[in-house]
């Protein structure tokens, strides 16, 4: 098959292009080729997609028989590649997100879940007020407005994590393993946890165009496949740490203003944080491999020299270890550990 991806270079879209590659597959890339260079065995045509001349000239390189879109969060700009390719393709799949739902985290989501009011003629500068979630629909709009349903494929992961992941959360929690010592733990062990590695993602889209299929989909995990003891015992298991795991009551972490989703990645309260339903996506041959597999893979492309691109929320992930050894004294104090674990190394 001729695949165009619109980005390549940097996590998704990166790991896409490997697989296709390793399936035979014909692929290009597009993008302006600043941050990062192109996997091997790859066709890159840089360009800028906010330039409608450099979109043209794009198109005059197809066919193709897809486009996959990892890079859209504008919807206007979505909306002009999509128009501009639609001659040179014959499907059009775009990576979207469950923020799209009016209701994540807050609540469980499915794909007939309520979505936010999204425009596709909406471009990122029209004021401070859109939402990422917001802007996600509207791209998802601007595809199906330029292609007929039965030539989209539209996916809409949680978290995905994996090698090339760039926002530094597993990264930040391997790191904390390695050091070792006592490990705050958010939480219950047993809670659930659901993000998808990014190659089974890409071996999703690559299949669902193969075969032809088409529509929308929630990618992760069944919702009762991991759980946060599994994120991090698997860390320690990889890096080798020693140390001992305390899982301190989360509503009390809440109350002493430790930020959820960053100072300790990977934890949030609302209940629908990891409750997306996914059976549509394990109906149509989602295959997701264990979080340990993830968690080990990602620890050995890190030993072996593995690195991101740079991106500045990466710095945003990880509590400062004097303030969690402060909390851990506290929540001590005030009981609110509930369970220690300890792990040799």
């Keep these: 098959m001729d695949l165009l991806i619109l980005g390549g270079s940097w996590f998704v879209g990166r790991v896409i292009a490997d697989d296709a590659v390793a399936r035979g597959w014909n692929v290009t890339v597009f993008n302006r080729g600043r941050s990062a ?10 360009g ?8 043209a000239r794009l198109a ?13 969060t504008v919807p206007t700009m979505v909306r002009d590649a999509a128009r501009a390719l639609r001659p040179a393709t014959n499907r059009y799949a775009l990576v979207s997100s469950v923020s799209v739902y009016t209701g994540w985290p807050a609540e469980p989501v499915t794909e007939a879940s309520p979505l936010h009011d999204g425009d596709p003629d909406r471009s990122d500068e029209e004021g401070p007020t859109h939402t990422y979630g917001a802007m996600k629909v509207g791209c998802e709009a601007a595809v199906r407005r330029e292609f007929a349903s039965d030539r989209v494929l539209i996916v809409r992961p949680g978290v995905v994590l994996g090698p090339h992941e760039y926002v530094g959360r597993l990264k930040w929690w391997l790191n904390r393993a390695l050091r070792g010592g006592r490990i705050l733990a958010p939480g219950r062990p047993d809670r659930p946890i659901q993000p998808i590695d990014v190659r089974d993602l890409a071996a999703f889209v690559l299949d669902r165009i193969a075969d032809g299929g ?4 929630n990618l992760a995990p069944p919702a009762d496949s991991s759980t946060y003891r599994d994120l991090l015992v698997a860390c320690l298991e990889a890096t080798g740490g020693r140390g001992e795991l305390l899982w301190i009551d989360e509503e009390w972490l809440a109350a002493q203003d430790v930020r959820q989703w960053t100072e300790l990645p990977l934890w949030r309260v609302p209940p629908g944080t990891w409750a997306m339903d996914t059976k549509r996506a394990t ?7 264990p979080l340990a597999e993830t968690v080990h893979d990602t620890w050995g492309w890190l030993s072996a020299g593995g690195r991101a691109v740079d991106h500045e929320r990466d710095a945003e992930h990880g509590i400062d270890p004097q303030k969690e050894r402060a909390l851990l004294e506290s929540a001590e104090t005030e009981e609110a550990v509930r369970l220690r674990e300890a792990f040799p190394g």
């Design 60 to 72: 005059e390189a197809g066919p193709w028989d897809a486009v996959i879109d990892v890079a859209g």
């Design 214 to 217: 088409s529509g929308t989909f």
């Design 37 to 46: 260079s192109s996997p091997e065995g790859v066709h890159t045509i840089h």
């Design 48 to 55: 800028d997609r906010e330039s409608a001349h450099d979109l």
């Design 283 to 289: 109906a149509a041959g989602l295959t997701c491999r």
